[in-house]
């Protein structure tokens, strides 16, 4: 069932996102309960400022993040789903990426392949761009990440994969469309309209080799759970279930997200997420020493970095 989680968890990021600033709403007397799991899920890295080569994009020297926010500057983030194993460090097995401009009132949203070859920044190799975390944890996968994009990433979101399922019955299930029918891990998952529990959405998210678009069919179902994870972030309002959340996400996550930024979120961004524009990274396989990758061309890269560029510009406005 593990793997499974690597195939669903490209919704829990943005959701996790979505959550620390959806609930605005909720009263005061769950202030020290969203300050206790603040502070729990907390972990700072080693500062670092990536330098794009593209002298278009902005660099941002290495500050207190409070700093982006205070003005509603754009903000990106990378989310790790890690999956961990006793005595082993684990791996990235999905890696999203998250362009939030408040002016714009919209997110950017893609996941980089797992597969996909590229250096691995602060090893001296190249390898499989999941392989990262495992080499160097949070901080040499996030730099990895920014060479690949040529962008400079703000933020990290790191989750254990166990976690997911348990998140979902929590917010009640999620409601997908489901193109055509299918039978995947003993359960058959007809056309329509389905309402899915936390399993069952991992389950639904896993099947790729009956779909006739492979990878890209799945990742069209990984987005679909995405949205609804986002959609019930944003309409929660039981104090009790919010709770819940809250336990879930202090066993499941760690970032370098402060408590003062969740709240600048909550008050000034919330109703600035309901936008979310999802974008999809092509590439081709190919067998290196017995080896398979995804190779993304130059061309493929320079098509997201400008797209991240496009997004994260403050001088253009939503139409």
Do not use: C
């Not at 279930?241 to 919330?270: A, C, H, P, W």
């Amino acid at each position: 069932m593990k793997r499974g989680w690597r195939r669903a968890l490209i919704g829990i990021g943005a959701g996790l996102v979505v959550i620390a600033a959806g609930t605005g709403g909720y009263a005061w007397h769950l202030y020290g309960s969203v300050k206790k799991t603040a502070d729990k899920i907390y972990e700072p890295i080693q500062p670092t400022t990536y330098v794009s080569k593209d002298p278009e994009v902005t660099v941002k020297p290495q500050q207190a993040a409070q700093a982006l926010i205070e003005k509603r500057h754009p903000f990106t983030v990378v989310v790790m789903g890690v999956d961990e194993r006793e005595n082993d460090k684990g791996r990235s097995d999905t890696l999203i990426v998250l362009a939030v401009n408040p002016e714009k009132k919209s997110i950017l949203m893609f996941n980089i392949p797992r597969d996909t070859r590229t250096e691995i920044i602060g090893h001296g190799t190249t390898d499989k761009i999941n392989h990262a975390y495992a080499f160097g944890g949070v901080s040499m996968a996030k730099n990895t990440v920014e060479h690949f994009l040529d962008y400079p990433i703000d933020y990290y979101i790191r989750i254990n994969m166990e976690g997911f399922a348990h998140l979902i019955d929590i917010l009640g299930g999620v409601e997908v469309n489901n193109p055509f029918a299918f039978y995947y891990g003993e359960h058959q998952f007809d056309q329509g309209t389905l309402k899915l529990n936390g399993d069952l959405a991992l389950l639904y998210s896993r099947m790729r080799y009956d779909d006739p678009r492979g990878d890209l069919g799945r990742n069209a179902r990984q987005r679909e759970i995405m949205m609804e994870v986002m959609k019930s972030s944003l309409q929660f309002s039981n104090i009790t279930q919010i709770q819940k959340i809250l336990k879930e996400l202090g066993n499941s996550v760690k970032t370098n997200i402060t408590f003062d930024e969740m709240k600048t979120f909550m008050s000034d961004y919330r109703e600035d997420l309901g936008n979310i524009n999802t974008v999809e990274i092509s590439g081709s396989g190919s067998m290196i020493n017995k080896i398979w990758y995804l190779i993304v061309s130059k061309e493929e890269k320079e098509r997201i970095h400008e797209l991240l560029k496009e997004q994260m510009d403050t001088n253009q406005t939503a139409s």
